[in-house]
T-cell receptor, first 114, second 111 residues
Framework: QQQVKQSPQSLIVQKGGISIINCAYE??????FPWYQQFPGKGPALLIA?????SEKKEGRFTISFNKSAKQFSLHIMDSQPGDSATYFC?????????????FGRGTSLIVHP | NAGVMQNPRHLVRRRGQEARLRCSPM?????VYWYRQLPEEGLKFMVY????????ESGMPKERFSAEFPKEGPSILRIQQVVRGDSAAYFC?????????FGPGTRLTVL
């Protein structure tokens, strides 16, 4: 079964610190790796995504690092803020030739203390 | 440009009743996906539809669950004879390619 393993399950960070969430996948056919942010009672929202042709993508305080050989990717949140407190999900999917159905990690609950 | 819309946002049903969840995709999106989320768990894929076609229903329970995406109108996820284990948040997402946009979800509670 195609799996995406996400860690840690929960993370507590002080305001201004760096939050790091890791994911590992098995299927080398995956070619799209999004991260979603979900606040309580809301639907997931796309935060940032990467394709395997680059090793890093940065958008504001959010950075994805991608290691194709290790089949791992991670989300870094720089200067973490209390407003970043949410659940974060990584995912992986196959685009062209696939069906774009993402396989999700189990999620990481992030708490940023003020 | 309205996002993905789902209704109702909250739905309470008694065991044995039917639940109908509706999803209107973003304008221009022809792909709809349904997911189920249990507390403290990730999103579990249920079904992928395009207009008038079910593309992949590998995550859908074989009994009591069905989905459709008609030529006109919203996509509907239908759960017949609900049981307490069906209580969950159900999300739909729409896409035009590989980027999916999620709706706010329907929280189903089965009494």
């Amino acid at each position: 079964q195609q799996q995406v393993k996400q860690s840690p399950q929960s993370l507590i960070v002080q305001k201004g610190g760096i939050s790091i969430i890791n994911c590992a996948y098995e299927n080398t056919a995956f070619d799209y790796f999004p991260w979603y942010q979900q606040f309580p009672g809301k639907g997931p929202a796309l935060l940032i995504a990467i394709r395997p042709d680059v090793s890093e993508k940065k958008e504001g305080r959010f950075t994805i690092s991608f290691n194709k050989s290790a089949k791992q990717f991670s989300l870094h949140i720089m200067d973490s803020q209390p407003g970043d407190s949410a659940t974060y999900f990584c995912a992986a999917s196959m685009g062209a030739g696939g069906s774009y159905i993402p396989t999700f990690g189990r999620g990481t609950s992030l708490i940023v203390h003020p | 440009n309205a996002g993905v819309m789902q209704n109702p946002r909250h739905l309470v049903r008694r065991r044995g009743q039917e639940a109908r969840l509706r999803c209107s995709p973003m304008k221009g999106h022809s792909h709809v996906y349904w997911y189920r989320q249990l507390p403290e768990e990730g999103l579990k894929f249920m079904v992928y539809l395009q207009k008038e076609n079910i593309i992949d229903e590998s995550g859908m329970p074989k009994e009591r669950f069905s989905a459709e995406f008609p030529k006109e109108g919203p996509s509907i996820l239908r759960i017949q004879q609900v049981v307490r284990g069906d209580s969950a948040a159900y999300f739909c997402a729409s896409s035009a390619s590989d980027e999916q946009f999620f709706g706010p979800g329907t929280r189903l509670t089965v009494l």
